[in-house]
């Protein structure tokens, strides 16, 4: 059977500031997809959040970029940011950026990561949501997961992924893709994702069967709006099992957490964490940044699940590491490289205190 899970995501509203998603507002978009589902537009949902950003999971028949999945999302945010609005919660429909809906909600603020796959006869799944970071932030996981066997073992003993992945990457700011064949290109690979404010990785496919195996929100916040709206929190769904890797190496890159860039105001570098889904409550200084990790089997579609996966013990340490981490980082205050390099940062006054002091600027010697 051919199933569509579509994930889409907006920041419509934070409770307190950007720490947290408010449960009123999570409880009118259950509404909403509950009433899509008796309808039929979807097989199933389900509504969580990762910090401030409310998360639809969907699964239906209508494929990738579907008007109709694409609209019933929209309608949802809307719906929820007038939730948001009566409770004045803080930047109530801050990544709903345009006023009318047309086609798709490419562009128009919300992330989106969607993949039509068949069935298979199990289907593990995990979705990846992260809050105070940007798209790009998947390229090491994914990069480890598919390409790198000090942490999935499988590419070397498993016969039916020995032949590797593809990963399609595209350039954010230029918009081209192009794809590498892994793994003999992954140093050609790595020279673009280990630039991940530009390059993203999109998508990662078996080179034998020609399957799915993820795919990445890789839209950016500030390139659609043309100025700071908060960062992109991107969300990533990646299957595991049989022809992919493990469920427990999908979820190894995360043992060790990574810088990206994000964090307060989105202008900082700090630690990806893994946590559970009580505790993707960025509050340290707006931060630090958060990943969760919510597993399902499909079932035809129905979503079995959740299972929150980072919940378990075995990440305990990564979470001491990252909050070892952030400490680090927080020493810098505001130097690089804990604040971001000038061309990267998204909020900055540089452009009004350069003007204020431009006649103070001479010309020197040499
Ligand atoms: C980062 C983030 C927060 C805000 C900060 C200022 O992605 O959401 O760190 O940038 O709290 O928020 P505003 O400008 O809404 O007062
Ligand atoms: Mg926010
Ligand atoms: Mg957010």
Redesign the pocket.
């Known amino acids: 059977m051919k199933v569509t899970l579509s994930v889409i995501k907006a ?1 419509i509203g ?1 409770w307190v ?2 720490s947290d998603s408010h449960p009123e507002v999570l409880e009118n978009a259950e509404q909403m997809m509950s009433e899509a589902k008796k309808q039929g537009t979807l097989i199933d949902y389900y509504v969580t959040k990762c910090g ?1 950003d409310a998360q639809l999971i969907m699964t239906h028949t209508h494929g990738e970029g579907s008007e109709l999945v694409h609209k019933l999302a929209w309608d949802t945010f809307v719906d929820c940011t007038e939730v948001a609005k009566k409770l004045k919660l ?2 109530a429909g ?1 990544d709903l950026l345009g006023d009318a809906f047309s086609c798709n909600v490419k562009g128009m603020g919300p992330g989106v990561a969607e993949m039509e796959i068949e069935e298979r006869e199990a289907e593990s799944i995990i979705i990846y949501m992260a ?3 940007s798209s790009g932030a998947w390229n090491f996981p994914l990069y480890k997961i598919f390409a790198d066997p000090f942490n999935t073992v499988g590419l070397v003993i498993a016969g039916n992924m020995h032949t590797g992945f593809s990963f399609e990457v595209h350039d954010v700011k230029e918009h081209k893709k192009v794809t590498f064949n892994c793994p003999e290109e992954i140093y050609d690979l790595l020279v673009f994702i280990g630039a991940p404010s530009r390059f993203a990785v999109k998508s990662i496919t078996h080179r034998d069967s020609g399957d799915i195996a993820a795919v990445s929100s890789t839209q950016k916040l500030s390139l659609m709006a043309g100025r ?1 709206v ?2 992109d ?1 991107p969300v990533c769904i990646v299957r595991a099992q049989g022809n992919f890797p493990a469920v427990g190496e999908v979820l190894e890159p995360f043992s060790h957490p990574i810088f990206v860039e ?6 900082h570098m700090g630690p990806l964490m893994p946590v559970s889904l009580a505790d993707s409550t ?1 509050t340290r ?3 630090p940044p958060r990943v969760i990790a919510m597993g399902f089997q499909l079932a035809n579609g129905r979503l079995i699940g959740p299972r929150d996966m980072f919940e378990d013990i075995s990440f305990d340490n990564a979470r001491a590491e990252a909050n070892m981490m952030a400490d680090i980082m927080r020493q810098h205050g505001p130097f690089e490289p804990h604040r971001l390099p000038l061309d990267e940062m ?2 900055t006054t540089m452009p009004q205190v350069m003007d204020k002091l431009k006649n103070r600027f001479e010309d020197m010697e040499e």
Do not use: A, I, L, V
């Open positions: 920041d934070g500031g950007h401030d803080h930047g801050q809050d105070k970071t700071y908060g960062k929190d994000g964090w307060m105001r989105g202008s960025p200084f707006d931060g998204e909020y």
